[in-house]
């Protein structure tokens, strides 16, 4: 009998071994990707801001906050319709939270600057934090007072519920990095190229460090 055992004991081993594996295998699962909605001036920046970010998965610009349908970029910009450009960042829990996003975020605007952001003017481009549940709401809130407890001022972004987001045209999606050629007061260039341009020349960059310094997020001016 106990020969018999001692022949056993690899079999058993092994099967122990993989009875472990399979179990941790059905515990250990990804988290379900999240979503903030984030207004910060114009969304061509905000987009390519966040996808900078390790653990942002996506980011799409577009308009929340109005009252009409479907609006196209024309009638956001033309007023009317109560629209902020926004863009909505798709992330892994796992790797960023919510939190974080935000910190992010209130450092790579002004955040100081309710009337628009940097050369962007008027209400499509005030910031704004849609908070999609109380969740999302309550951390909004706590970003927000540490926002202002660093700066000695207070944070004058806006602090929303929850608003439908519509998706902007394909020509505003990934604007900043796309190849194709558009008619600019630059003249004829890359939407890259163009994108590039006007950011240096809004100043954004420039008025972010002159706003936060060295806490400035790590991908601006870069």
């Given at each position: 009998?106990?020969?018999?055992l001692?022949?056993?004991k690899?079999?058993?081993l092994?099967?122990?071994?993989?009875?472990?594996?399979?179990?941790?295998?059905g515990?250990?699962?990804?988290?379900?990707?999240?979503?903030?909605l984030l207004?910060?001036?114009?969304f061509?920046?905000?987009e390519?801001?966040?996808?900078?970010?390790?653990?942002?998965?996506?980011?799409v610009?577009?308009?929340?906050?109005?009252?009409?349908?479907?609006?196209?970029y024309?009638?956001?910009?033309?007023?009317?319709?109560?629209?902020?450009?926004?863009?909505?960042?798709?992330?892994?829990?796992?790797?960023?939270?919510?939190?974080?996003?935000?910190?992010?975020f209130?450092?790579s605007?002004?955040?100081?600057?309710?009337?628009?952001?940097?050369c962007?003017r008027?209400?499509?481009?005030?910031?704004?934090?849609?908070?999609?549940n109380?969740t999302?709401?309550?951390?909004a809130?706590s970003?927000?007072?540490?926002?202002?407890?660093?700066?000695?001022?207070?944070?004058?972004?806006?602090?929303?519920?929850?608003?439908?987001?519509?998706?902007?045209?394909?020509?505003?999606?990934?604007?900043?990095?796309?190849?194709?050629r558009?008619?600019?007061?630059?003249?004829l260039?890359?939407?890259?190229?163009?994108?590039?341009?006007?950011r240096?020349?809004?100043?954004?960059?420039?008025r972010?460090?002159?706003?936060w310094?060295?806490a400035?997020?790590?991908?601006?001016?870069?």
């Amino acid at each position: 009998m106990f020969n018999r055992l001692n022949a056993l004991k690899p079999l058993l081993l092994t099967l122990a071994i993989l009875g472990g594996v399979f179990l941790r295998a059905g515990d250990s699962h990804a988290a379900e990707p999240e979503q903030a909605l984030l207004a910060g001036g114009c969304f061509w920046c905000v987009e390519a801001d966040f996808e900078k970010v390790p653990g942002v998965l996506d980011a799409v610009s577009g308009f929340a906050g109005g009252t009409v349908a479907n609006p196209t970029y024309k009638q956001v910009v033309r007023g009317g319709t109560g629209h902020i450009e926004a863009v909505l960042i798709t992330y892994d829990p796992d790797v960023i939270d919510y939190r974080t996003i935000l910190d992010t975020f209130l450092r790579s605007i002004d955040p100081l600057d309710d009337g628009g952001q940097f050369c962007d003017r008027g209400d499509t481009y005030i910031p704004a934090i849609f908070a999609m549940n109380d969740t999302q709401n309550s951390i909004a809130q706590s970003a927000l007072a540490a926002a202002s407890e660093d700066l000695g001022r207070r944070a004058r972004v806006k602090l929303l519920d929850a608003a439908p987001f519509f998706e902007a045209e394909d020509y505003h999606q990934d604007y900043y990095k796309s190849q194709d050629r558009v008619l600019t007061r630059f003249g004829l260039e890359t939407k890259a190229s163009a994108y590039k341009k006007y950011r240096q020349a809004c100043g954004r960059d420039n008025r972010v460090k002159r706003v936060w310094g060295d806490a400035a997020a790590s991908f601006i001016g870069n």
